[in-house]
């Protein structure tokens, strides 16, 4: 099966402060996303990454930023942390194949909930 | 512009029936379509998918249909358990991002309640 693990299940942080949230999948897939979820708006990429080193924007990126120097670990900082910025993060991962008959379904972590006080 | 979403926020159906919850889409290019279902406290969980080419998927108790004239997708749930009391998301596969790759665009969800 495969395992999406996120470093924190809750976390409380002040404004201003510099927050990481760890993503690690053990299934060599190469796609990797961080997603916010608030009530009423469902879940919004944030960020996203095919491959090592590399990165994309998603939806909502203002206000984030994302490190993969692993394939297997996908991290979510916020610069400085705001009271906005209190949400479910979810990180997820997917094969990498997207196309012709193959859809590419994504594995969610189990969330990580962040407060910023 | 592209956006997914449900007709109805909440949805309380009794142990026993069926259950049908619905989705909205606007884009008549997306290919693909996928329900998840995210217990309290958990990520989001792949349940059932469907192409564009066709019009049903029969799953273990559920299945998917998909109206490409309205635009409309249902997820079916056959005799209802207690274990299906969740939000049940349908996304559709974006293209927007570029290349032959594609992102997941989500519905806001509808919570599914089932009652003893």
């Known amino acids: 099966d495969v395992k999406v693990t996120q470093s924190s299940r809750y976390l409380v942080k002040r404004t201003g402060e510099k927050v990481f949230l760890e993503c690690v999948q053990d299934m060599d897939h190469e796609n990797m996303f961080w997603y916010r979820q608030d009530p009423g708006l469902g879940l919004r990429l944030i960020y996203f990454?095919?491959?090592?080193?590399?990165?994309e924007k998603g939806d909502i990126p203002e206000g984030y930023s994302v490190s993969r120097e692993k394939k297997e670990r996908f991290s979510l900082i916020l610069e400085s942390a705001s009271t906005n910025q209190t949400s479910m993060y979810l990180c997820?991962?997917?094969?990498?194949?997207?196309?012709?008959?193959?859809?590419?379904?994504?594995?969610f972590g189990p969330g990580t909930r962040l407060t910023v006080l | 512009g592209e956006s997914v979403g449900l007709h109805l926020p909440t949805l309380s159906v009794q142990e026993g029936d069926n259950s049908i919850i619905n989705c909205a889409y606007s884009n008549s290019a997306s290919d693909y379509f996928i329900w998840y279902k995210q217990e309290s406290g958990k990520g989001p969980q792949f349940i059932i998918d469907i192409r564009s080419n066709m019009d049903k998927r029969q799953g273990q108790r559920v299945t998917v249909l998909l109206n490409k004239t309205v635009k409309h997708l249902s997820l079916q749930i056959a005799a209802t358990q207690p274990g299906d009391s969740a939000v049940y998301f349908c996304?559709?596969?974006?293209?927007?991002?570029?290349?032959?790759?594609?992102?997941?665009?989500f519905g806001k969800g509808t919570k599914l309640s089932v009652k003893p």
């Open positions: 990454s095919y491959d090592v080193k590399m990165k």
């Open positions: 997820a991962s997917s094969l990498g194949i997207l196309a012709g008959d193959y859809v590419d379904t994504q594995y």
């Open positions: 996304a559709e596969i974006s293209m927007n991002y570029g290349g032959s790759q594609g992102n997941l665009i």
